[in-house]
């Protein structure tokens, strides 16, 4: 494999005591094939700034951060960078391929590439070939989070019947010219699994449904605060790979999520009648019908299509390597997380040699970047780290 190149190097101050390094370095498209092209990626890394500087201090562990599907925010925005830190620690943050600073793709850019099928080949090189799990059941947990949703917001059950039957009489179209369509409007669900997101789409249907009854319409400041919570837009190769990280062999996608929703009838339920069951969020799956309500995915659609019914991917993990592990791991499992399957979490852990896990029912998903969370999520972690088991 070939070794990155550093193209270059900024290093500069920041408040709290920070030193943070800016860093372009070139890959290779396909390190595997260096003579197709590279590629430019970004980062950044973090590490305490101090004055004298002493040089005789030993080579600091770095700890990686990036992901998932969209670029890294800067190292001082994340609660835990300082907790890492203070463990010593050197904090690296990468931007994957695709995503931020690093060789981003959107439609315009993937458009150099050539036709659709010149795209869906080129995407291929964007793949992080490490998470497994399942759609099926994912969408216990979704369901479970709708309940939950509904059960604190009881009087959203009738105000998004209200939304959804205006949205089936009406053609609204968004400021960024994308369509605000019934399967768009339940996108909301992604937020589902975030820490304190259920408040925020109940604050989105609130504006919504009081728009409904003072109007008549969604005025635009709504209609920019409904476009603002889904990351599509700015971030497509979340949607165009988002199945296809799940593939090793010769399976296909052939739009999964798609396909499974319609075997769970809570999730197909559109009615808008006071009497019936409350109509149900989608979470942070991938439809078709997204390739032509948001604006920046619909020339997108051709290569969505192709990557649907593509074959023969990599195998995603070596086992046997991961059963001979000698590297420390430290993880965390959430037993109530909408995005990853708790039972496969706990399964992909055990086999990996080594590994010692924190398990909880008190956090989700994006504990790790949650600002009142992340420091106890570490505290947990480096416990594991520096204790001992009898």
């Not at 430019?40 to 973090?46: E, V, W």
């Not at 820490?195 to 919504?208: A, E």
């Not at 999520?257 to 991938?286: C, Q």
């Not at 055990?350 to 790790?368: E, S």
């Amino acid at each position: 494999m070939s070794a990155a190149q550093l193209l270059e190097k900024r290093t500069h101050q920041v408040p709290g005591k920070l030193l943070i390094s800016e860093y372009f370095f070139e890959v290779p498209l396909d390190h595997e094939n260096p003579q197709h092209g590279t590629l430019k990626l970004f980062a950044r890394s973090a590490e305490r700034f101090e004055k004298p500087v002493d040089s005789s201090k030993p080579d600091i562990e770095q700890l990686p951060w990036c992901g998932p599907g969209m670029g890294c925010k800067a190292p001082q925005n994340y609660g835990w960078t300082d907790k890492a830190l203070s463990k010593g620690y050197q904090v690296l943050f990468l931007d994957q391929r695709g995503t931020g600073l690093s060789s981003t793709i959107t439609a315009q850019t993937l458009a150099k590439q050539g036709g659709p099928e010149e795209q869906a080949h080129y995407l291929r090189h964007f793949l992080a070939d490490s998470i497994v799990l399942t759609v099926s059941g994912m969408s216990v947990k979704l369901a479970e989070r709708n309940r939950a949703y509904y059960g604190k917001y009881t009087e959203d059950v009738q105000r998004v019947k209200n939304i959804v039957h205006y949205l089936q009489t009406k053609d609204v179209k968004l400021p960024s010219d994308g369509t605000l369509s019934i399967a768009r409007f339940r996108e909301l669900g992604i937020h589902f699994g975030f820490h304190g997101h259920i408040d925020v789409v109940h604050d989105t249907i609130l504006r919504m449904a009081s728009d409904l009854d003072n109007f008549g319409y969604f005025t635009r400041p709504t209609l920019r605060q409904f476009e603002g919570l889904l990351p599509f837009d700015t971030a497509p190769l979340y949607a165009l790979l988002n199945e296809l990280i799940y593939l090793q062999g010769n399976n296909v996608s052939n739009w999964s999520a798609d396909r499974v929703m319609k075997e769970h009838p809570e999730f197909m339920n559109l009615s808008t009648s006071h009497d019936d069951d409350p109509i149900y969020f989608t979470g942070e799956m991938i439809y078709p019908s997204m390739f032509t309500t948001h604006s920046e995915l619909r020339p997108l659609a051709p290569i969505a299509s192709i990557l649907s019914q593509m074959s023969d991917w990599p195998t995603l993990y070596d086992e046997t390597q991961l059963a001979n592990n000698t590297v420390p791991v430290y993880a965390s499992a959430y037993m109530d997380d909408m995005y990853v399957s708790f039972d496969f979490a706990l399964a992909t852990a055990k086999k990996i040699r080594g590994c010692k896990y924190f398990v909880t029912n008190t956090m989700y998903h994006d504990a790790v970047s949650h600002a009142g969370r992340s420091e106890e999520l570490f505290n947990q972690l480096f416990q594991l780290r520096d204790d001992c088991l009898d």
